[in-house]
């Protein structure tokens, strides 16, 4: 039997090397990276998969050269404002996972109003991943648990897996079936620590700008000929 496949991850990794390759400056490869965002966001709603995870910054991004922190906070400015804004007319709700704080004033607004103005969308759901890692999130989650149990609202003995769950920044998402990480690197990078317990791997040669519909679909095939069995047996 197929495995369903309904929600998407992406290490979307590559965009340095694929400029570097062709002699440009790497923040020419995030440029191209971003119309490859465009593309394959297309292609997987075209293929009626509900939830799509993007790896777009990481808390340690920002410990880049300023010139290429810049390009980046540039090319998301322009996203949430043009690109992002057209999505909403084809139901998509848009969710904003990590730690939203670190960005400028204008960034945060245009998260929580594109949160807000999506938030009774169901057909698709973008989740971007900004200014994110697994474990700064299970460090914020554990911290929200403890200053319950501080409070008396929460006894030690009552902590389960759900307890977290419900402190993430994906609450209410489905954990990921299928995440793909581009470039050749074989790394989760501490991307969705928790929710990738059981997702299938998929990792493609293929720099993230240079990837298409079709090395989508690649992916897309690899994952229906796995066996999923999350932890049993069948
Ligand atoms: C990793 O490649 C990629 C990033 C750190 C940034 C991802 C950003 C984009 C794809 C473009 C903008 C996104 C949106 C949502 C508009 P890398 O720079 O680490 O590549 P390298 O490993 O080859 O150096």
């Known amino acids: 039997m197929t495995a369903s496949l309904q929600h998407i991850a992406i ?18 490869g995030h440029r191209q990276g971003a119309k490859t965002v465009t593309q394959i966001l297309e292609a997987i709603q075209k293929r009626n998969i509900k939830y799509v995870t993007l790896y777009a910054f990481s808390t340690e991004n920002w410990k880049r050269p300023p010139e290429e922190v810049s390009t980046l906070l540039n090319l998301f400015r322009q996203y949430l404002k ?5 999505l909403q007319k084809n139901s998509v709700r848009i969710h904003f996972i990590g ?17 807000y103005e999506t938030c009774s969308c169901d057909k698709y759901h973008l989740v971007l991943a900004l200014s994110y890692s ?4 299970l460090t914020r989650a554990v911290t929200k648990v403890a200053l319950q149990v501080k409070k008396g609202l929460l006894s030690p003995s009552d902590i389960s ?8 920044d994906t609450i209410g998402i489905p954990n990921p079936d299928l995440m793909i990480r581009t470039s050749g690197e074989q790394r989760i990078s ?16 293929v720099y993230w700008p240079d990837f298409t519909e ?3 679909d690649k992916a897309i095939e690899a994952y229906k000929s796995r066996d999923r069995r999350f932890g049993g047996i069948k």
């Open 161 to 168: 897996e759900k307890t977290i769950e419900k402190e993430l």
């Open 82 to 86: 043009e690109d992002l804004t057209q």
């Open 214 to 216: 079709e090395e989508l």
């Open 134 to 137: 697994g474990r700064d999130e």
């Open 11 to 28: 290490i979307m990794d590559g965009n340095g090397r694929w400029a570097k390759a062709r002699g440009l400056p790497r923040t020419e």
């Open 190 to 205: 501490n991307f969705l620590l928790w929710q990738l317990a059981y997702s299938e791997m998929y990792f493609s040669s």
């Open 99 to 115: 730690d939203r704080s670190k960005f400028p004033k204008d960034i945060q607004k245009e998260m929580n109003k594109l949160e």
